[in-house]
């Protein structure tokens, strides 16, 4: 890391813990005259049963769609008028509200946030039409091929463990969830030791802090017992799933399961995706691309979060070249398994790491949700730590991983193919 | 031109390199050309071919990105500034000394023709290019950035060799360079690099003039869940005075705190994505409003669209909603302003409208300066009724009972 950027690194955020629980990170970035604040909670898809799937997304749609004082339209009307912009994300494992505004409006970003948390009405007519408006967003993603067949990706990995349920939910289950649902819901898992607050922006920590206790003060305290996943048995046999539908190019996709984001190997895993999949310059682009002219992208990624992930390999492509796509898919892995990666490689794969998170840390947004996502792992600064792990892996950790990792049994895989007319 | 700002809250460097150019300067038989060409030019440079650009490129952290407007085109990467010295070399040796491999070409028009079929699957994007060819007949911004297949296939390397001896030219060039560098150092190298490279004569371009009359519809039919629909009316050109006021115009209906949001998603639950874009190019600006929904609500999209659009002729915006509206603007300019890449497009893109790059870090204070008349005048000079495009993606009937099968 830059010793020269005091402003990207994690040491200069002050970590404190209001009175009921809620755990607050800011950092006072000088430059930027903005300011990110997030507030996030443990809570997501992977907390639902089936019977409410897609209900922590139902709940943050609801969140900013009214309160007792705020009509329908009135938060973002209000955020708007500080020169900001507010959103809210769904994950497996969290629901993160945050806004980016001037940073001297951060009263009023306080405000709106706490009455959403304490005051939002649920409105049994808003409900429906915001329901019209997720089946909206669900049908948007259905229509989009990539995103279809790496949902089917993820259904296909996992059997047991919740991974394997979209966030969204379905048709089904949305059009069943009621009010009371929601409320149970929201009242089951937001409450302050679930929660916590990150604030990164041109604000005096000492000064913000005081004011978020003051604003967060009436998030109630609870004591829960969470409920434990169930765990991913492990996969012993290939699995391979064909859809085809009217779309324009074919996709395949492969998943391979791996540890949670915080195990060791996880760093050699990162280089092997940035080697294989990652850029240009990336084995499989440059053979399955540049070379045979197979695909039109190949890509590599890790799926990590806090249970068990998995590495994945996507390719858009068209239907004919798919089983030259996938044998070279498997030639690929089995030379990371055959031989060492040159030291050239390898620094190139640890430089572009490490140039895209600080990339990453380039504005207040990016900023927060660094240190939000880190924070879900335990550990806000954890990226940082990361970026330097990344620089000791060795060709052998990699050879290594590749060898554990990428077994035919331990491969779930997607065709989703153009249909003949 | 060249302009340098230093920014060293952190150690990024961005470099853009701005060319006027782009569709304007197209037309129907070579349409595509500017991005084919833009595609090539990371395919090999005298110094370096394909996989070893690609590598030197990237094995610095860095990737360089090529852009094709409507009146513009260019490329621009980022990169953090202890590479920065590579970085330029490979950066403008791009741009400025391609070889155009034959074969790396071919290769690229099969990638160009793949992405232009992927696009039936994007259907937003899908809709607004078919918003942009509804509105124009007669001027090239209706024509595709990626052109057409038929186009694509009949052009070969000469033809990419001669665009790029047309257009790449240094005195064509703005190049901005925004973040973690010595601005005097900088700016030396680059006088040295850019002295070897000789003018060019830049070709004459005089716009076809559009007018605009009735109504005109284009439609495409898939198998889609999704209907998206777009309205598209000509708005003031990029230099005009009354640009910024149409931004303001624009505010209004464009983000989460704006009429068609909250109206259309929030009160009505018709979508999921709706939105309004205001493209200041150079001869005509385009806005277009859009709306992603259900099959059978293509009827109350288009009339709440429209319903919309005209409450803005018939009444004055209110002051409240006025100055929320610049806030929010201003806001976004300051958001976005963290990022050095915005900041070297923003300085490159005002110096190419031949606004002067100066303008900006004006944006706040013309955004603020815009009065509430101003936004109705504008409304009905602009936004008519009868004279508009509509573009409708629409799934067939079909694909609404029918999600994709395994097989």
């Known amino acids: ?421 | 031109m060249i302009l340098i700002q230093e920014n060293h809250s952190t150690p990024i460097v961005s470099m853009c390199a701005y060319f006027k150019g782009g569709i304007r300067h197209e037309n129907q038989s070579q349409n595509g050309i500017t991005n084919f060409t833009q595609k090539v030019l990371l395919k090999g440079t005298e110094q370096f071919n394909a996989e070893e650009f690609a590598f030197r490129t990237e094995a610095i952290g860095s990737s360089m990105v090529t852009f094709t407007d409507k009146d513009a085109f260019g490329a621009h990467t980022s990169v953090l500034s202890k590479h920065l010295e590579q970085a330029f070399e490979l950066f403008l040796d791009a741009i400025f000394h391609p070889t155009f491999p034959t074969e790396e070409a071919e290769k690229e028009r099969q990638m160009i023709l793949a992405e232009i079929e992927e696009g039936r699957d994007e259907i937003y994007s899908l809709c607004l290019e078919l918003c942009d060819k509804t509105l124009f007949k007669d001027h090239p911004y209706r024509l595709p950035i990626k052109g057409e297949p038929e186009t694509l296939s009949a052009l070969g390397r000469d033809d990419l060799v001669g665009w790029h001896q047309k257009w790449y030219h240094p005195n064509n060039l703005i190049f901005s360079i925004v973040g973690d560098v010595q601005a005097e150092r900088i700016a030396e190298k680059a006088f040295n690099y850019f002295e070897k490279i000789p003018k060019g004569k830049l070709p004459k371009f005089v716009a076809p003039t559009e007018n605009i009359h009735g109504k005109r519809e284009g439609a495409i039919e898939l198998e889609k869940r999704q209907l998206a629909i777009a309205l598209g009316f000509l708005a003031p050109p990029a230099a005009d005075d009354s640009r910024f006021t149409f931004e303001v115009l624009n505010g209004v209906l464009s983000g989460m705190g704006s009429r068609l949001f909250i109206e259309l998603r929030d009160k009505k639950g018709l979508a999921y994505s709706v939105g309004s874009r205001y493209e200041p190019v150079l001869d005509y600006g385009i806005m277009k409003t859009f709306m992603g929904t259900a099959a059978n609500q293509e009827k109350a999209a288009k009339e709440g669209l429209i319903e919309e659009l005209m409450k803005l002729r018939d009444f004055d915006v209110q002051e409240e909603e006025l100055l929320r509206t610049k806030r929010f603007l201003v806001g976004l300019y300051e958001i976005g302003r963290q990022k050095n890449y915005t900041q070297a497009m923003r300085y490159a893109r005002y110096e190419m409208l031949g606004l002067g790059w100066r303008v900006a870090n004006l944006y706040p204070k013309k955004i603020e300066s815009v009065e509430v008349g101003q936004i109705r005048e504008l409304a009905v000079r602009y936004l008519d009724p009868e004279n508009f495009s509509c573009a409708v993606v629409r799934p067939v009937k079909s694909s609404l009972e029918v999600s994709p099968s395994k097989t």
């Open chain 1, 1 to 421: 890391m830059e010793d020269k950027s005091p402003s990207l690194l994690t040491s200069e955020v002050v970590c404190d813990e209001l009175p009921n629980g809620i755990k607050v990170l800011v950092k006072q970035v000088y430059p930027a005259r903005v300011a990110n604040f997030g507030v996030w909670v443990r809570v997501g898809a992977v907390n639902e049963t089936d019977r409410v799937a897609g209900i922590s997304h139902f709940i943050e749609h609801m969140l900013f769609k009214g309160t007792e004082k705020r009509p329908v339209g009135q938060i973002a009307k209000e955020i708007h008028g500080c020169g900001g912009y507010t959103n809210a994300f769904t994950d497996y494992e969290c629901t993160c509200y945050w806004v980016v505004l001037p940073s001297k409006y951060l009263d009023v970003a306080l405000d709106i946030h706490i009455d959403a948390f304490l005051h939002s009405t649920f409105d049994e007519v808003e409900l429906q039409k915001e329901c019209q408006v997720i089946l909206e967003e669900l049908k948007m993603y259905q229509d989009r091929p990539d995103a279809y067949s790496f949902e089917k990706l993820m259904t296909l990995a996992y059997k047991k463990h919740p991974y394997g349920r979209p966030i969204i939910g379905s048709e089904q289950t949305l059009r069943q969830m009621t009010r009371k649902d929601l409320l149970e819901y929201l009242h089951e898992h937001y409450y302050a030791e679930n929660m916590f607050i990150t604030l990164i922006g041109d604000i005096e920590p000492t000064r913000a802090i005081r004011k978020i206790k003051n604003a967060f003060k009436g998030i109630p305290r609870k004591t829960v017992q969470r409920t434990p996943l169930p765990v991913e048995p492990a996969q012993t046999e290939f699995r391979k799933e064909r859809l085809s539908g009217d779309i324009a190019r074919s996709y395949l996709n492969m998943a391979f399961h791996v540890p949670e984001a915080t195990h060791e190997d996880l760093h050699a895993l990162k280089v092997l995706a940035t080697i294989l999949g990652e850029g240009r310059s990336s084995r499989l682009s440059q053979t399955l691309r540049e070379k045979e002219q197979l695909v039109d992208y190949a890509q590599a990624g890790v799926f990590a979060q806090q249970h068990p992930g998995f590495f994945y390999l996507s390719f858009m492509l068209e239907e004919l070249n798919m089983e030259k796509v996938e044998n070279g898919a498997w030639r690929e892995i089995k030379k990371l398994q055959d031989q060492l990666v040159l030291p050239d490689e390898l620094l190139k794969a640890q430089n572009m790491t490490e140039s895209d998170y600080i990339f990453s840390q380039e504005t207040v947004e990016g900023q927060g949700r660094n240190l939000g996502n880190y924070e879900m792992l335990g550990d806000y600064s954890l990226g940082e730590k990361l970026i330097k792990k990344i620089f000791a892996v060795t060709p052998h950790d990699i050879q290594r991983a590749a060898q554990k990792y990428f077994t035919r049994n331990n491969c779930s895989e997607i065709e989703y193919r153009r249909a003949e007319n």
